[in-house]
Nanobody, 124 residues
Framework: QVQLIESGGGLVQAGGSLRLSCAASGRTFRTYGIGWFRQAPGKEREFVAATNWNGGSTFYADSVKGRFAVSRVNDWNTVYLQMNSLKPEDKAVYYC?????????????????WGQGTQVTVAS
């Protein structure tokens, strides 16, 4: 079992930055692939970014490529999502998710565990 807790969300002006954290429990965390997803009001949840088990492979949605960066520190059981140059359209609840396959995964169905989400609001 893996429990995930996101933090770091908040209100930021357009063009600003936030860093989200995903803290995980469980001794096997370092073997899990981690993804970030987001859900805006009235929209379906969408993929944002993913990393494999050691951070050596990452993948991003086109909408955030070049602005967001995912990283992980396995010794701390934590994955980060650095978000720069934020836009009003980035406003959403952001979720981290984990799967036991260890690779980068893009689809929600690939993930076994989900956090409760953290709100990001970008003011124009």
């Amino acid at each position: 079992q893996v429990q995930l807790i996101e933090s770091g969300g908040g209100l930021v002006q357009a063009g600003g930055s936030l860093r989200l954290s995903c803290a995980a429990s469980g001794r096997t965390f370092r073997t899990y692939g981690i993804g970030w997803f987001r859900q805006a009001p009235g929209k379906e949840r969408e993929f944002v970014a993913a990393t494999n088990w050691n951070g050596g492979s990452t993948f991003y949605a086109d909408s955030v490529k070049g602005r967001f960066a995912v990283s992980r520190v396995n010794d701390w059981n934590t994955v980060y999502l650095q978000m720069n140059s934020l836009k009003p359209e980035d406003k959403a609840v952001y979720y981290c998710a984990a799967h036991g396959g260890g690779h980068t995964a893009l689809a929600e169905v690939d993930y076994d565990y989900w956090g409760q989400g953290t709100q990001v609001t970008v003011a124009s």
